[in-house]
């Protein structure tokens, strides 16, 4: 009968793969192939190993199997200038610490596909960074039983206590984005939000209900769009929101995609921006600053959040724990000349 591993390891040492085997009541090979995330296992005897894993530890033989003085990053998309932002950020931990860095990408997905995990742990990076990515508590404790820390950056679902993670006030910089729409004279104040079921749309979406709340002015259910954080989404949700009877005279655009979106849909239609429609978006990502006329964004630090994730990673690494399994950074809104008040205002 196969041993539950329930007994504890005398002196606390973890377990080699011979002692592995030996509690699972299996193979050395198939203990191997757990440990390194091959699939062809089955579910109940990965299950037991992993128990075991996660209650003892796992002592590697050679040298050669440690860690390497790697850093993972994977994104759940891999696109623009937000990635540049958090690789620029990652990298200025990395150096300071002789790191290199690399990139994986989950292609839209947003979490692991099959294979991930083996690639991961062929590499053996120090620890891994999931970048906009739903990677979950049982990611998180199959990457840690094999001495992979993870953190979640910008993370996109609901937070788990257990996994760390930094993020930004996207509530904060949803309510700051309509505050200042509102203080300008608006009241038909559009929203184009992300999907619905990622954290940080929904914090801004929470955002812009709670300002327009508290201003006293109802938000009017045609003016709220969902989207999927894409030009295309911004593009063709004005169009829509254009041909209303009533059409608004702002949109709070929850990324700056969107905004770019909203600006092409606005000069289609030959409005200008500012004079017949006020855009504001969310990021700040250098192209803001180069759109005709400059954009009025909510500041997302990301450069600071990626040092913040690859230095608690690193802390972690060094089996440490990092003063705060929590960070989340501050917004601020940059007005540059995308936003006035309404025409009737004026």
Known sequence: M????DEAQPGGEPLTIAQLAERAGVSIATVSKVVNGRLDVAPDT????????RRHGYRRKRRASEAAPLLEVVFGELHGLYAVEILNGVGHVARDHNLGVVVSELHGRHTPGRGWF?????RRPIGVIAVFASLTADHAERLRGRGVPLVL???TGDLDDGIPSVGAGNWNGG??????????G????AVLTGPPHMLSSRARLDGYRTAMDLAGVPVDPAL?????????????????????PEPPTA?????DAEALGVYQAATEAGLRIPDDLSVVGFDDLPMAEWNIPPLTTVRQPLREMAVSAATMLVTLAQGEEPPQRRVELATELIVRSSTAPPAKAR
């Open 175 to 184: 309510l700051a984005a309509t505050r200042h729409l509102l203080a300008l």
């Open 118 to 122: 083996e690639d991961v742990l062929t």
């Open 2 to 5: 196969a041993s539950t591993g």
């Open 153 to 155: 950056l910008d993370p």
């Open 46 to 53: 990965r299950a037991l190993i992993e128990s075991l894993i």
């Open 251 to 255: 949109v709070f655009a929850c990324n």
């Open 224 to 244: 709220v769009r969902i989207g999927d954080f894409q030009i295309a989404d911004g593009r063709h949700l004005t169009r829509e929101l254009l041909r209303l």
């Open 186 to 189: 608006h009241t038909r104040i």
